[in-house]
């Protein structure tokens, strides 16, 4: 699929990614031979787990579908309730049953190689997530962009674009807040749950505190106010890109410690596909 910004005029990459999900912003048109077709895959363990943290950790209809599903009540922290008491392993028995069974299946937890039919369609380039911008940067050379649109995309998945990267999820996050805001009374415990998210995907340094009080005295509960917040936490613990790659692992290995072996193999059955095209490991994270 191609896809073109309506309004090109517009920071495309600084736009709410709920947005972008909804396609009130970009228009999918027709393939030709000719276009360069492009897949971008991701492995199947850390895309799940991201998927887990951003869809069913945080707020919105999946977290309270599953909540409804496996009979759990909400998250309980210091007498408040913010989301949904599900674990990791009963996100996984679920989404794997489902996909067994011939249920159909949210775009975010079906696999890239059934999402993209890889049987119907030529691809020229396979892109892996964990070497986006080298692959990124190897795609720009072999088509034929606009320099100022080589430019945005460079910027955008360089370290320079980290400002529009919170900005962006954290926008996401404040949507989602006040659609769900009955499942989730306090903005406090709701933000702790946000920075955690933000450690767990490597933005955050780990040994930077949940700054509690800082959001208890916050006055307007805008994306700006927070974006600032949160750019000054990185900036006094900064990472490297090791640094933030190992984080972001420890994580992934910490969730997969506690899931079943069978669950486990569900897993692989279901998105084999995507192991085998994009040479992802089989073995578990925990287990490498």
Not at 25 to 38: C, L, P
Not at 111 to 118: A, F, G, H, K, N
């Given at each position: ?66 909540r409804d599903a496996v009979g759990a009540g909400p998250y309980r922290k210091d007498g408040n309730i913010c989301g949904y008491n599900v674990t990791f392993s009963q996100f996984l028995e679920n989404i794997t049953q489902r996909a067994l069974t011939g249920a159909q299946m949210n775009e975010h937890l079906t696999p890239v190689s059934d999402l993209c039919d890889v ?170």
């Amino acid at each position: 699929m191609a896809i073109e910004s309506i309004n090109t005029s517009r920071n495309v990459f600084n736009i709410n990614r709920n947005t972008i999900h909804g396609h009130n912003e970009v228009t999918i048109q027709n393939v030709f031979k000719s276009d360069t077709k492009v897949m971008v895959g991701r492995d199947p363990y850390t895309r799940l787990f991201s998927a887990f943290i951003d869809k069913y950790f945080l707020l919105g209809n999946l977290g309270r579908s599953l909540r409804d599903a496996v009979g759990a009540g909400p998250y309980r922290k210091d007498g408040n309730i913010c989301g949904y008491n599900v674990t990791f392993s009963q996100f996984l028995e679920n989404i794997t049953q489902r996909a067994l069974t011939g249920a159909q299946m949210n775009e975010h937890l079906t696999p890239v190689s059934d999402l993209c039919d890889v049987c119907g369609m030529k691809y020229d380039m396979l892109i892996r997530q964990e070497t986006l911008n080298r692959d990124t940067q190897h795609l720009l050379r072999k088509v034929n962009l606009t320099e100022s649109t080589q430019t945005a995309i460079q910027e955008a998945i360089s370290p320079k674009g980290i400002k529009q990267t919170i900005h962006s999820l954290i926008a996401s996050y404040l949507t989602d807040y006040a659609t769900y805001r009955k499942d989730c009374p306090s903005r406090v415990l709701h933000m702790e749950k946000v920075w955690a998210t933000l450690q767990i995907q490597g933005y955050v340094n780990t040994g930077v505190p949940y700054p509690k009080q800082l959001f208890e005295n916050i006055r307007e509960y805008k994306s700006d106010n927070i974006t600032s917040i949160v750019l000054h936490a990185i900036e006094s613990r900064p990472m490297t890109k090791e640094e933030k790659i190992k984080q972001r692992a420890t994580f992934v290995r910490r969730a997969y410690e506690v899931v079943e072996d069978e669950t486990i193999r569900k897993v692989q059955t279901v998105f084999m596909k995507d192991f085998i095209l994009l040479n992802y490991d089989l073995t578990p994270p925990h287990k490498r």
